[in-house]
């Protein structure tokens, strides 16, 4: 072996280490540099996609895994992680194929099946989806986040809420993105519960923005609040909300942990979207009961669900039912100002019917 292959060789064994001690920049870093020194090699451009997906850097991983596979069209590892890239970047239709050559061309681990479970169900295919997520299950995959998932395609008995790490992941890969794709959705969330609250000529001493995400909430409470705090569980979420300079400050927790752990008083609430996220509210409406003072508002908006008080639909998304709301006033000392019936979003430009409720506390 000449010196100059020698040499990538050791590359890509230290990227290698690098890799499976989860020091992904420096893999990064070695696998590049193997690569020079020996371009084209398949190994090492699988390896380089592998590390960039883990990055989150799907639009970066998709060429070197395609350049893998016009060399090796029938190489496993770099078929299922050109279909996770696919995917990662919204080319859904364009993934299912791929991941099924991958299975097809040798086993797969769980995270395969169950990211092509994903594609499945992104495409409408629901069955063939659970019985995708099925596969992961029996082969070792997250048992808490596939049962979420199953319970959400199959209707059987819901979580009470979803995995911690699938709401913090999925929400640390939309923050870039956010602000624009909300757009597209119609979105209005926070404007139309914000109004109401600036409408009682109110100046609020401690305002809370439960899942502040992004900030868009708090842009409109800053000028009706002497103190505004943010909460919210995804990390990258949160860097953009501190870029705004509107927080007095910003917290990452879950919900119900943020307000187990607080002593408050808040005399005002407001979550917008973020039920949808949380699941069975009673502990919520607990805490906050016993965080803010009479008189005190709480404004928010749920999906409606015109069945049972909580269902956990195919979209991975809660919804409530107004009797449900209107139960949890009751049991926890709140007394419902308004309640408005109207879209919360768009989702494949159809509008998702939603509540929208201000309570008092009592």
Same mark, same amino acid.
């Given at each position: 072996?000449?010196?100059?292959?020698?040499?990538?060789?050791?590359?890509?064994?230290?990227?290698?280490?690098?890799?499976?001690?989860?020091?992904?920049?420096?893999?990064?870093?070695?696998?590049?540099?193997?690569?020079?020194?020996?371009?084209?090699?398949?190994?090492?451009?699988?390896?380089?996609? +592998?590390?960039?997906?883990?990055?989150?850097?799907?639009?970066?991983?998709?060429?070197?895994?395609?350049?893998?596979?016009?060399?090796?069209? !029938?190489?496993?590892?770099?078929?299922?992680?050109?279909?996770? +890239?696919?995917?990662?970047?919204?080319?859904?239709?364009?993934?299912?194929?791929?991941?099924?050559?991958?299975?097809?061309?040798?086993?797969?681990?769980?995270?395969?099946?169950?990211?092509?479970?994903?594609?499945?169900?992104?495409?409408?295919?629901?069955?063939?989806?659970?019985?995708?997520?099925?596969?992961?299950? +029996?082969?070792?995959?997250?048992?808490?986040? $596939?049962?979420?998932?199953?319970?959400?395609?199959?209707?059987?008995?819901?979580?009470?809420?979803?995995?911690?790490?699938?709401?913090?992941?999925?929400?640390?890969?939309?923050?870039?993105?956010? !602000?624009?794709?909300?757009?597209? $959705?119609?979105?209005?969330?926070?404007?139309?519960?914000?109004?109401?609250?600036?409408?009682?000529?109110?100046?609020?001493?401690?305002?809370? !923005?439960?899942?502040?995400?992004?900030?868009?909430?708090?842009?409109?409470?800053?000028?009706?609040?002497?103190? $505004?705090?943010?909460?919210?569980?995804?990390?990258?979420?949160?860097?953009?909300?501190?870029?705004?300079?509107?927080?007095?400050?910003?917290?990452? +927790?879950?919900?119900?942990?943020?307000?187990?752990?607080?002593?408050?008083?808040?005399?005002?609430?407001?979550?917008?979207?973020?039920?949808?996220?949380?699941?069975?509210?009673?502990?919520?409406?607990?805490?906050?009961?016993?965080?803010?003072?009479?008189?005190?508002?709480?404004?928010?908006?749920?999906?409606?669900?015109?069945?049972?008080?909580?269902?956990?639909?195919?979209?991975?998304?809660?919804?409530?039912?107004?009797?449900?709301?209107?139960? $949890?006033?009751?049991?926890?000392?709140?007394?419902?100002?308004?309640?408005?019936?109207?879209?919360?979003?768009?989702?494949?430009?159809?509008?998702?019917?939603?509540?929208?409720?201000?309570?008092?506390?009592?």
């Amino acid at each position: 072996m000449d010196k100059t292959l020698e040499q990538a060789r050791t590359f890509f064994l230290e990227g290698v280490a690098h890799y499976e001690a989860g020091r992904l920049e420096q893999a990064e870093r070695q696998f590049a540099a193997a690569l020079s020194l020996a371009p084209g090699r398949p190994s090492v451009l699988t390896n380089l996609g +592998a590390v960039r997906l883990r990055l989150q850097r799907a639009a970066e991983a998709l060429p070197v895994l395609e350049e893998a596979l016009a060399q090796e069209p !029938d190489n496993p590892e770099a078929l299922a992680h050109a279909a996770t +890239a696919l995917a990662e970047l919204g080319r859904t239709p364009d993934a299912l194929p791929l991941f099924d050559r991958a299975i097809a061309a040798g086993p797969q681990p769980a995270t395969v099946w169950m990211f092509r479970g994903s594609v499945l169900r992104e495409l409408g295919r629901a069955q063939e989806a659970a019985a995708s997520y099925r596969e992961a299950l +029996a082969r070792g995959g997250d048992a808490e986040l $596939l049962n979420y998932y199953l319970a959400g395609l199959e209707g059987g008995a819901a979580p009470p809420r979803p995995p911690r790490h699938y709401v913090q992941g999925l929400f640390d890969s939309y923050a870039d993105g956010f !602000d624009t794709h909300l757009k597209t $959705l119609r979105y209005d969330a926070p404007g139309v519960l914000v109004q109401r609250l600036a409408a009682s000529g109110r100046r609020f001493a401690h305002a809370l !923005d439960l899942g502040c995400g992004t900030g868009l909430c708090g842009r409109l409470l800053r000028p009706l609040a002497t103190r $505004l705090t943010g909460v919210d569980l995804s990390p990258q979420m949160l860097a953009r909300s501190r870029a705004l300079g509107v927080y007095d400050d910003l917290q990452q +927790a879950d919900v119900v942990e943020y307000l187990a752990a607080q002593a408050g008083p808040f005399d005002a609430v407001v979550a917008a979207d973020v039920f949808i996220y949380v699941g069975v509210l009673d502990e919520v409406f607990r805490l906050l009961a016993a965080r803010m003072p009479p008189g005190g508002l709480f404004a928010f908006t749920v999906e409606e669900s015109t069945g049972a008080e909580v269902v956990l639909r195919g979209s991975l998304r809660y919804a409530h039912s107004e009797a449900g709301l209107q139960r $949890l006033a009751r049991e926890h000392g709140f007394r419902i100002q308004a309640l408005e019936r109207r879209p919360v979003r768009e989702d494949q430009r159809q509008p998702i019917a939603g509540l929208f409720a201000w309570m008092e506390r009592l």
